[in-house]
């Protein structure tokens, strides 16, 4: 099974922005639902948004707080992740994740992961 692959990642100060990229590579990204989850050191792995197979997103409204935003291109065979006004709480390894079965918000409902990208946030 082909590994979905971020980008994006980096350092970047307090307020600033980043967009995180994932190719779920293997088969068309048009018949699966992606997702994004963050870890950071110490920390479990949290859900942060998803995109359905619809293109219908879902946010983990307590992390994102209305700064960031999924979206998906098929035609691209991408996902993206904006990420604006970042803080250095949002500092962690974040991972693209092909969606499964069941709610979006459980990692159990994805059944093929990225290696992660890293997201440092200075303050």
């Known amino acids: 099974q082909v590994q979905p692959v971020e980008s994006g990642g980096g350092l970047v100060q307090a307020g600033g922005s980043l967009r995180l990229s994932c190719a779920p590579s293997g088969r068309t990204l048009s018949i699966y639902g992606m997702g994004w989850f963050r870890q950071a050191p110490g920390k479990e792995r949290e859900f942060v948004c998803a995109i359905s197979r619809d293109n219908s997103p879902i946010y983990n409204l307590p992390v994102v707080k209305g700064r960031f935003t999924i979206a998906r291109d098929d035609a691209k065979n991408r996902v993206y992740l904006q990420m604006n006004g970042l803080q250095p709480e949002d500092t962690a390894v974040y991972y693209c994740?092909?969606?499964?079965?069941?709610?979006?918000?459980?990692?159990?409902?994805?059944?093929?992961w990225g290696q992660g990208t890293q997201v440092t946030v200075s303050s």
């Open positions: 994740a092909r969606h499964f079965d069941g709610n979006y918000y459980y990692a159990v409902s994805y059944d093929s």
